[in-house]
């Protein structure tokens, strides 16, 4: 009977395996992973999920279900952590633990063991930064003052701590810029670039700082006054970035569009959408036998050739840094979308961008077709 | 003094990756410390191929040469930085986090660099 049952499940995973290929959507994925989920293989199910998220980026659904099969896996890694915790206690271990907990999304575990990190090793900026996030996030979505006068405090104190901490300086500078204190923000931006000349984060930021909304009374007072209104008086940075439109009745123009506001953003030369034989192009591109374009290309073809052969799977994105600054490539099938941009631009946003680019033309194409 | 071998065991095992090493420009491997399922020869000869590829492009278009080249795929992750007559490669699984381990790379990168030099 359980030979029969095992049969019978695995026919059901090749066939939705199948499916998955043939016709990619994320209720495909999340049919497949809840399948590997059932038969307690977290790993596969995170594998579908992430695998889905590369399409789908913005399926509720894939996250709920990636969510749920990395919690059963931080679980048993906590447990781990916990062992070895009573073992030898050490601030490395406290933060990689106060991290499964974060990523968790537990803010009350997180909290718990940074504080009880910060009792045995004051010195450690560390625990006050990984706390200083957790109290950061719960300000962002609750707008709660109290968390962000702590996550304001934390934040000092691990720049007082760890004075070349750029990415404490920068998140200090964010939340004080969107409560309106720019004289303070502008003061910890200050040190930013000076450790950081030609990060273009903290040049977004310093403009912020410079052009936002100012407002009066102490950061106390800031703080109240956005718990009171419900809004943050300045808009968060990253929603200066190009906003995908997804929809299936939206044709070529979209992606033409996104192309544009690619281009537009800080730092950005130049960019691409190739389908097989036709290419897209917006920005600093000649013509058609462009070498941006060319070795675009190639690193698709060759990087997918290479991912099959190691054995790792498809090839979903790859980024190139050289004398020519950085070109960020994202595949999937025979669709290809690239750009190219200069030293010191968030690397890691824009191949987000390009992975909603790639999503969206594919989600519309499917749309279409149907 | 520490070798090339010690450098890649180390990165290893700080940086939780499945395997790293180091191989000339050409793909002829110089160290390895690599996971059970992974063979250098391998991982290096694809490399290899996709470093040439990528320099040979790069060139003849007018690009110059490449510092850092990483690729995501669904099932792993591979990250090759050019360290001066070679290069370092590193791969983890999916789930691995390259941004985070990125200071550990960079420092056993800093460490190889000097050894060829030392070396020269």
């Known amino acids: 009977m359980k030979l029969f049952q095992r049969l019978k499940i695995w026919k059901e995973l090749k066939r939705l395996e199948a499916k998955v290929h043939e016709n990619p959507s994320p209720s495909t994925y999340v049919d497949l992973g809840q399948v590997y989920l059932n038969m307690e293989m977290t790993d596969h199910t995170v594998r579908v999920a992430d695998e889905g998220l590369s399409l789908f980026p913005n399926s509720e659904e894939l996250r709920k279900l990636r969510k749920f099969a990395q919690k059963a896996q931080l679980n048993a890694k906590i447990k781990d952590l916990r062992v070895r915790l009573n073992k030898s206690a050490s601030p490395k271990i406290y933060k990689e633990l106060a991290d499964q907990y974060l990523e968790l999304g537990d803010f009350g575990a997180v909290q718990g063991i940074a504080e009880e990190c910060i009792r045995r090793f004051p010195e450690d900026a560390g625990a006050y930064f990984v706390l200083a996030k957790a109290r950061l996030t719960n300000f962002y979505r609750d707008m709660s003052s109290r968390d962000g006068l702590d996550a304001v405090r934390g934040l000092q104190r691990v720049v007082d701590l760890e004075r070349k901490n750029t990415k404490a300086l920068k998140m200090l500078a964010e939340v004080l810029i969107r409560v309106g204190a720019l004289d303070d923000a502008n003061e910890y931006l200050q040190r930013a670039k000076k450790l950081m000349p030609s990060d273009r984060e903290t040049e977004s930021l310093l403009r912020e700082a410079q052009n936002g909304k100012r407002m009066q009374g102490s950061i106390d007072s800031m703080f109240h006054h956005v718990e009171e209104r419900g809004t943050m008086v300045n808009a968060s940075i990253a929603a200066d970035k190009p906003q995908p439109r997804v929809a299936a009745e939206e044709a070529i123009g979209t992606v033409r569009d996104y192309l544009a506001q690619l281009v537009e953003v800080d730092g950005v030369i130049k960019a691409c959408y190739i389908k097989g034989s036709k290419a897209m192009v917006k920005g600093d591109i000649r013509d058609g036998n ?73 989600y519309m194409s499917r749309g279409a077709e149907r | 003094m520490t070798s090339i071998q010690d450098i890649l065991e180390d990165l290893r095992v700080t940086a939780s990756l499945k395997g790293c090493l180091v191989m000339m420009h050409d793909g002829i491997v110089v160290a390895t410390a690599l996971d059970r399922s992974l063979e250098g020869d391998v991982v290096s000869g694809l490399t290899s191929f996709l470093t040439s590829t990528l320099r040979r492009v790069l060139t003849e278009s007018g690009l110059g040469g490449f510092t850092s080249l990483t690729v995501h795929s669904t099932h792993g992750k591979v990250l090759m930085v050019d360290i001066g007559t070679s290069y370092l490669v590193v791969t983890t699984n999916q789930f691995g986090r390259l941004d985070l381990s990125m200071p550990e790379i960079q420092e056993a990168a800093l460490q190889l660099r000097r050894l060829s030099r030392i070396s020269l």
């Open chain 1, 290 to 362: 462009d070498g941006f374009l060319r070795v675009v290309r190639v690193v698709a073809k060759a990087a997918q050739r290479v991912s099959r052969r190691m054995d790792i799977g498809n090839f979903s994105k790859a980024s190139i840094d050289g004398e020519f600054g950085h070109i960020c490539v994202c595949s999937f099938g025979d669709v290809v979308a690239a750009l190219q941009c200069e030293f010191g631009t968030p690397v890691d946003r824009l191949l987000a961008d390009l992975q909603e680019l790639v999503a969206g033309s594919l």
